[in-house]
């Protein structure tokens, strides 16, 4: 993956934002980070919106957004037409996401899963790849809605 990965979180995502982040630059990934930038409460979601925004831009490959439980982040990034937003809070969610339904931004929850599960499901979820054929019309019609 040349182009960067997108990064985005609300507050209760911040730090395993951070941790993530840290971690794949040092595998060598590139990393755009959209927000949040600290952990205060406030109407957060307008980073996982630009997110959203810069996955359909193509200004990066996919996106990582993450929250407490990874619903609210990825209620707000497939209100973005044309956004696959899966929430993965464990590895065979995460594999299929990509075999059968391309997701391009990966939803996950600090609330509910260790952040050594975090790191496998990000890392399954980057390598793996859209199987394509059947699964490419039921994609269309999704993101015809
Ligand atoms: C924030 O408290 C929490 O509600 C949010 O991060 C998310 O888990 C909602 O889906």
Redesign the pocket.
Known sequence: MTKAVGIAS????FEYKELIKTWLEEAGYKIKDFGVYDNS?RLDYKAVKSLADGVIAKDVSRGIAI???????S?VANKVKGIRAAVCNDLYTAKKSREHNDANILAF???VIGFGLAQEITETWLKTAFDGGRHEERNKYIDSI
Do not use: K, P
């Open positions: 609300d507050h209760a995502g409460r929250c407490g439980t990874g619903l609210a982040v209620i929850g600090s609330r």
